[in-house]
C-alpha cells in the first residue's frame, strides 16, 4: 500500500508533476498547480488558483479564492494573498510577441499581506510585513512594515506584524496594541525591538 500524500487536495484540483507540496497543505477545488513548484508546509491554496511553473511558496502561505501566481514569484513564510488579487510577470506584454525569457522576479517576503483585488507589478518585491491595502496597484518596491494604499500605491502609514497600524511618538517609537510589541522608526525605516 503506498503511502498516503502528507498534503490534501481536492479531486477537481490539478496537481502536475515535478511538483514538491509539504505536509499539511489543503489544496481547494478547481486550483492547478503547474510543473516544478514548491510549496510549503500547512499553506492553503484556495479555489480556482493557478500556481504557474516554478513557484516557490514557503510555509504557513495562504492564497485565497481566484489568484493567480505566475512564474518569477516567491512568497517567504506567512504570506497572505486576498481574493482576486494579482501578480504579474512581464512588464510589456504582447499576445505576438513571446517574452518567456524576460519574467521578472517578485519577491513577497516574510508575514507580508496582499489585498483582495490589489495588482503587482512585476520586478517590484514586497518588504516584511508590509500590508497592500485592498485594489491598490504596487509600481514599486514596499518597503517592510509599509502600508500602502491607492491607484498607484502611494504609503499610509506603518503596520505592526500583528496588522495593526502603528502611531509612532516624536521619538519615532510606537507600540502594537495587540501584540504590545515595541518598534523604531528611523530614517525612513521600521524595525521590531527587542
Known sequence: ??????????????????????????????SHIMPNCKLGENCNIGQNVVISPEVVLGNNVKVQNNVSIYTGVLCEDDVFLGPSMVFTNVTNPRSAVNRKNQYAKTIVKKGATIGANATVV????????AFIG????????IPDYALVIGNPARQAGWMSEYGHKLKFDR???AICEESQEKYKLTNGQVSKVG
Do not use: L, Q
Open 1 to 30: 500500500m503506498d503511502d498516503p500524500k502528507p498534503y490534501s487536495a481536492h479531486p477537481t484540483a490539478v496537481i502536475d508533476e515535478g511538483c514538491e507540496i509539504g505536509a499539511g497543505t489543503k489544496i481547494w477545488h478547481f
Open 122 to 129: 512585476c520586478g517590484h518585491d514586497i518588504g516584511r510585513y
Open 134 to 141: 485592498a485594489g491598490a496597484v504596487v509600481t514599486k518596491d
Open 171 to 173: 521619538e519615532g517609537n
